[in-house]
């Protein structure tokens, strides 16, 4: 079956380093999604990315799309406190509607 | 507020319970889906319901029940066939049947074994 795997699974930066984390499926996607969980907390919907090659700013985070379709990547910029969390990417399961594949997540912590 | 509830927060089972896990969407969505996280890991989907009295396992649905009699509820049943409960129960809606639409997530339900 379709896998959407995460790297690195665990990240630790120093407040104002810059952090990248990778996705990667083993089928092509018609679009990738981001959720961050916080500690404690329940996944939140970030954005989503359709086309191919495609970038997308949220500010400080910065989300690519691969040119295959097939990988994603989420760069955050110059890290702060509030960063803090599991970030998750999800590509649809391709016969299956609705459903989505989570990756594992990249744990991010940030020291202040 | 349009949302997600879920209750209880917090549910301890005993041995041979079975318990019920509600989840309760005000937002008009056709899908809703149950998702079990362990410490650490990520999310795995147990079931999922695309419309009214339909529903399909997800990739670790044994011990676990679910029914979608109204639009609005999908509560999960944790039998006692499930021998490692010990999780954290996350239920989820998105608007449509297809695959670009985003989960809304509840707050979540820690289910602990007593």
């Known amino acids: 079956g379709q896998q959407v795997m995460q790297i690195p699974q665990y990240q630790h930066v120093q407040e104002g380093e810059d952090f990248t984390t990778y996705c990667n499926s083993s089928t092509t996607l018609s679009n990738i999604q981001w959720y961050k969980q916080r500690p404690g907390g329940h996944p939140v919907f970030l954005i989503q990315?359709?086309?191919?090659?495609e970038v997308k700013k949220q500010k400080r985070l910065t989300f690519q799309f691969g040119e295959a379709k097939k990988n994603s990547s989420l760069h955050i910029t110059a890290t702060q406190t509030t960063d803090v969390g599991t970030y998750f990417c999800?590509?649809?399961?391709?016969?299956?509607?609705?459903?989505?594949?989570f990756g594992e997540g990249t744990q991010l912590t940030v020291n202040p | 507020d349009g949302g997600i509830t879920q209750s209880p927060k917090y549910l301890f089972r005993k041995e041979g319970q079975n318990v019920t896990l509600s989840c309760e969407q005000n937002?008009?969505?056709?899908?809703m889906y149950w998702y079990r996280q362990d410490p650490g890991q990520g999310l795995r989907l147990i079931y999922y319901?695309?419309?009214?009295?339909?529903?399909q396992k997800g990739d670790i649905a044994e011990g676990y029940s679910v029914s979608r009699e109204k639009k609005e509820s999908f509560p999960l049943t944790v039998t006692s066939a499930q021998k490692n409960p010990t999780a954290f129960y996350l239920c989820?809606?998105?608007?449509?049947?297809?695959?670009?639409?985003?989960?809304?997530f509840g707050d979540g339900t820690r289910l602990s074994i007593l």
């Open positions: 990315l359709v086309k191919s090659g």
């Open positions: 989820a809606s998105s608007r449509g049947l297809y695959s670009n639409q985003p989960q809304h």
């Open positions: 937002l008009n969505h056709d899908a």
């Open positions: 999800a590509g649809p399961e391709e016969t299956s509607g609705s459903r989505l594949t």
């Open positions: 319901s695309q419309i009214v009295n339909d529903f």
